[in-house]
């Protein structure tokens, strides 16, 4: 079985930097991709960025510019580094990872970040 665990989020200042952080625990498995997705109070759950094990990245066009996602594969973690943090970033952040041949999703608990001053 597979475990996402984050950590990092917390209360920031707009302008201010957070760095989240997602390990996945487990055996036997294969992650082609990990990533972090947001969902705000009475909104949907939406993508942030994405990077494969090759390392290619997406980001979503809100953030670009702003964040940057990157990935230890020999720690199986991948980091989201958000600067310029603005109010509309305020949300909970999920880690997700496409894992084996069916990409199959897993997901993080979720990790709250409130930018406020």
């Known amino acids: 079985q597979v475990q996402l665990v984050e950590s990092g989020g917390g209360l920031v200042q707009p302008g201010g930097s957070l760095r989240l952080s997602c390990a996945a625990s487990?055996?036997?498995?294969?992650?082609?991709?990990m990533g972090w997705y947001r969902q705000a109070p009475g909104e949907q759950r939406e993508l942030v960025a994405t990077?494969?094990?090759?390392?290619?990245?997406n980001y979503a066009d809100s953030v670009k510019g702003r964040f940057t996602i990157s990935r230890d594969n020999a720690k199986n973690t991948v980091y989201l580094q958000m600067n310029s943090l603005k109010s509309e970033d305020t949300a909970v952040y999920y880690c997700?990872?496409?894992?084996?041949?069916?990409?199959?999703?897993?997901w993080g608990q979720g990790t709250q970040v409130t930018v406020s001053s």
């Open positions: 990077i494969t094990s090759g390392g290619s990245t």
């Open positions: 997700n990872a496409k894992i084996g041949r069916r990409w199959n999703d897993y």
């Open positions: 487990g055996s036997g498995f294969s992650i082609n991709a």
